[in-house]
């Protein structure tokens, strides 16, 4: 190869002015920007960070300028969530229309503020309630995600799905949404653009769930636990089922995210399958690489651990400790999960975006669709069955 060092070293000079080295502008521009990434970074943590300041404000102001009024009662009854996510859209629009919501977008990071939310919500819930809880979340996780999983995967090659894009819907519907699809994707080596569909979809779904859950386990009367186990077997987003199980109260919540957490423990392993798979009968292409088993840990979502560890720590501290000592304790981690949560729900508004879906066209939104549906009546019968006579 020829050495071609010199053609970057310099260039002409005019008159009365130094020769300035090709290599000085490009050295200069690096930091700059990343100068400038992290300015608009700070910039959206600060947005966020005002959002989520609103957000709480209003769950204090609302009730208490309705009271007395035929609203006021409505009032009461909305958490936060419901906020958050209203004011994340809002603001969605406004940096949108302004240009600068996708220079700041590092900003809004909801995995990571949910799962935090989350290990922080472990403090919260009696190691006691876990271990009882066991094993009817994982009677439902293995047979809600194999059902599900092996409808979407049928119904969406009878629509002549690509197999890549079946497999990204397949995981994403029947267990945890876009962490789901992530790993799906990275097993069977998908496309970008097969991702941001799926991924769109999975929010696009998760969000009116948020509302409709809660509403519909109340209006069939259904009990705190099998509102929780239906609303952790069937939202798709973690995020979403911690704000829909926040709107349906504090033994709901524990459940779901129980629920949950159990489905996404099963990640891992559903991330092998689906390597074996592709592998050995998709591609049958010599040279191909076999999965390992280091794949099962590389997709396990570690904040289950986190969740658990916390739960076992926070219970052994409220034996051990005095009430008067160990209840304060335990709100502290409660105030930081619900803000936590706040950043989380303004995030998930703030993130969204209908491009994706634009180009996706009809066949993938008839899948999740249709596959939402049988995800509901699978869960809620699972629910009641494995559920119904779980007490607190």
């Not at 400790?321 to 160990?326: E, G, T």
């Amino acid at each position: 190869m020829t050495d071609k060092s010199h053609l970057t070293s310099s260039v002409p000079a005019t008159a009365g002015e130094t020769a300035t080295p090709v290599g000085a502008a490009t050295t200069g521009a690096a930091p700059a920007s990343r100068r400038s990434n992290a300015l608009w970074t700070a910039t959206g943590a600060a947005v966020l960070l005002g959002l989520a300041a609103v957000v709480h404000w209003l769950t204090i102001w609302v009730p208490e300028a309705t009271q007395g009024t035929g609203f006021g009662r409505v009032a009461k009854s909305i958490e936060f969530p419901v906020y958050a996510i209203l004011i994340g859209f809002g603001a969605n629009a406004l940096l949108s229309a302004l240009g600068v919501r996708k220079q700041m977008s590092s900003a809004f990071r909801t995995e990571f503020l949910i799962k935090t939310g989350l290990v922080l919500l472990g403090a919260s819930v009696n190691f006691a309630v876990i271990a009882r809880a066991a094993l009817p979340a994982v009677a439902q996780a293995v047979l809600l995600i194999g059902v599900v999983f092996l409808f979407t995967w049928w119904f969406a090659g009878l629509l002549g799905l690509d197999d890549r894009l079946r497999a990204l819907l397949s995981s994403a519907v029947s267990i945890c949404g876009v962490s789901a699809a992530v790993a799906a994707a990275g097993a069977v080596q998908a496309k970008k653009e097969q991702l941001a569909y799926t991924a769109s979809l999975v929010i696009v779904f998760a969000v009116p769930m948020i509302f409709f859950l809660p509403w519909a386990a109340n209006l069939l009367g259904l009990t705190p636990a099998v509102t929780g186990a239906w609303i952790g077997g069937n939202i798709d987003t973690t995020a979403a089922v911690t704000a829909a199980g926040t709107m349906a109260g504090e033994q709901p919540l524990q459940i779901a995210t129980i629920v949950k957490v159990t489905q996404n423990a099963l990640l891992g392993v559903v991330a092998v399958l689906l390597s074996m798979y592709f592998t050995f009968k998709v591609e049958r292409q010599a040279g191909n690489s076999r999965p390992k088993l280091v794949t099962l840990w590389h997709s396990f979502p570690k904040f289950v651990l986190g969740f658990l560890i916390a739960s076992v720590v926070a219970t052994i501290f409220s034996a051990v400790v005095d009430p008067v000592v160990a209840k304060p304790a335990i709100g502290v981690a409660d105030d930081l999960r619900t803000w936590f949560l706040t950043l989380a729900f303004v995030s998930i508004g703030l993130e969204f975006s209908f491009g994706s879906l634009k180009e996706a066209g009809w066949k993938p939104v008839a899948v999740f669709a249709v596959a939402t549906v049988v995800n509901l009546a699978v869960g809620l019968l699972l629910a009641t069955v494995l559920w119904g006579g779980f007490t607190f």
